[in-house]
T-cell receptor, first 113, second 117 residues
Framework: AQSVTQPDIHITVSEGASLELRCNYS??????LFWYVQSPGQGLQLLLK??????LVQGIKGFEAEFKRSQSSFNLRKPSVHWSDAAEYFC???????????FGQGTTLQVKP | GAVVSQHPSRVICKSGTSVKIECRSL??????MFWYRQFPKQSLMLMAT?????????EQGVEKDKFLINHASLTLSTLTVTSAHPEDSSFYIC?????????????FGQGTRLTVV
């Protein structure tokens, strides 16, 4: 069965510090992988996506993610966090190229001044 | 990018009444749309797949008679919560897939906060 695990429920980092949010997936074939960000009471905004090609994917707002097949991971990174990055982050996997997604539990990012 | 609009953003209703939530793809056609439910501090759980011109496909455990889905046109899907109860209070989000160069991307509505009193 497909599943997505985000091991960190809550992360706090200082503004300007680097960030890494972990995501592990379980899927039999090559997955379609996504990272979304959600501000309180809002919908989801796509940060980046991966299916094939270069395993290091660049997204919006300075985010990047690296696909590691051997570790079944798709961790999200940002070199320097801004206060406006505080939000909920979701990793998601698509079982096929249909837009249908399975989401991880989410990671709440808090940014300290 | 593509735009998906969801309406209303917030709704409060009395127990026993029905509430309709609309999801529109504004600048593209979507033969399929997805409805998710999100409880506070939790992830999004897929409820059903809305199919234009045919019946919706519901995920296991989702009551199709309670959550009525209609996808009457290529740009509109509606979710009706019938005979709402307080436990139906939640954040409901729709998405519509838009084919990209290589990866189909799901565009999300703003979500609807339903409170049943």
């Amino acid at each position: 069965a497909q599943s997505v695990t985000q091991p960190d429920i809550h992360i706090t980092v200082s503004e300007g510090a680097s960030l890494e949010l972990r995501c592990n997936y379980s899927y039999g074939a090559t997955p379609y992988l996504f990272w979304y960000v959600q501000s309180p009471g809002q919908g989801l905004q796509l940060l980046l996506k991966y299916f094939s090609g270069d395993t290091l994917v660049q997204g919006i707002k300075g985010f990047e993610a690296e696909f590691k097949r051997s570790q079944s991971s798709f961790n999200l990174r940002k070199p320097s966090v801004h206060w406006s990055d505080a939000a909920e982050y979701f990793c998601a996997v698509g079982s096929s190229n249909t837009g249908k997604l399975i989401f991880g539990q989410g990671t709440t990012l808090q940014v300290k001044p | 990018g593509a735009v998906v609009s969801q309406h209303p953003s917030r709704v409060i209703c009395k127990s026993g009444t029905s509430v309709k939530i609309e999801c529109r793809s504004l600048d593209f056609q979507a033969t399929t749309m997805f409805w998710y439910r999100q409880f506070p501090k939790q992830s999004l759980m897929l409820m059903a797949t809305s199919n234009e011109g045919s019946k919706a496909t519901y995920e296991q455990g989702v009551e199709k008679d309670k959550f009525l889905i209609n996808h009457a046109s290529l740009t509109l899907s509606t979710l009706t919560v019938t005979s709402a109860h307080p436990e139906d209070s939640s954040f409901y989000i729709c998405s519509a897939p838009h084919p990209g160069t290589q990866i189909t991307e799901a565009f999300f509505g703003q979500g609807t906060r339903l409170t049943v009193v």
